[in-house]
């Protein structure tokens, strides 16, 4: 059975600092990696894509990496804002499940930006 | 990427009543899912709706509490049955191709009282 932790639960840093996001996960027979962002009482906002043939996906200030192998994927956060505070949810399709749109999360990581 | 609309965003409803969710995709797509966040939780897969078919429920979940609809490509809609206050929660319909992203609605926050 997959299953995916995040670390760390949650995170406080003053706006501007760079930040890495951890994502492990236990069964490395995934096909992909995505990273998600939810607000308070709100749905995800998918961030990345990761295939499992590709090593590192960016956009914007955004860089999440992909080591297969290992099991691990960080979410890297450049020059921290305000704006950036949600939760931060990684995800991996469950191996040999039924439904492709079945996704294993982990418990997220709760990103604090203070200005 | 699609754009999904959900409705309602959130509710408050009394035990033993039902409540329907509508998702609405501004495209076709095969698959739509639904899902369900428990407070302080992360997200568990209720369903997969398939256009022209019965859904297919994960373990744990049954048609009579959660029967869901899929009359068309673009909508489909999840009831929560005989409600209690277990069932207040953030529910979440989703798309996505294969090997793809999968997008998110925005969800619906249900409290049961």
């Known amino acids: 059975k997959q299953e995916v932790t995040q670390i760390p639960a949650a995170l406080s840093v003053p706006e501007g600092e760079n930040l890495v996001l951890n994502c492990s996960f236990t069964?490395?027979?995934?096909?992909?990696l995505q990273w998600f962002r939810q607000d308070p009482g709100k749905g995800l906002t998918s961030l990345l894509l990761?295939?499992?043939?590709?090593r590192e996906q960016t956009s914007g200030r955004l860089n999440a990496s992909l080591d297969k192998s290992s099991g691990r994927s960080t979410l890297y956060i450049a020059a921290s804002q305000p704006g950036d505070s949600a939760t931060y949810l990684c995800a991996v399709p469950n191996a040999g499940g039924t439904s492709y749109g079945k996704l294993t999360f982990g418990q997220g990581t709760i990103l604090t930006v203070h200005p | 990427s699609a754009v999904i609309s959900q409705k309602p965003s959130r509710d408050i409803c009394q035990r033993g009543t039902s409540l329907t969710i509508q998702c609405q995709v501004d495209?076709?797509?095969?698959?739509m899912f639904w899902y369900r966040q428990q407070p302080g939780q992360s997200l568990t897969l209720i369903a997969t709706a398939n256009q022209g078919s019965e859904a297919t429920y994960e373990s744990g979940f049954v048609i009579d509490k959660f029967p869901i609809s899929r009359p068309n490509l673009t909508f489909s809609t999840l009831t929560v049955s005989n409600m209690s206050p277990e069932d207040s929660s953030i529910y979440l319909c989703s798309v996505g191709e294969r090997y793809e992203k999968l997008f998110f609605g925005s969800g619906t926050q249900l409290s049961v009282l």
């Open positions: 990761i295939q499992s043939s590709q």
């Open positions: 069964d490395s027979a995934i096909y992909n």
């Open positions: 495209s076709q797509v095969t698959m």
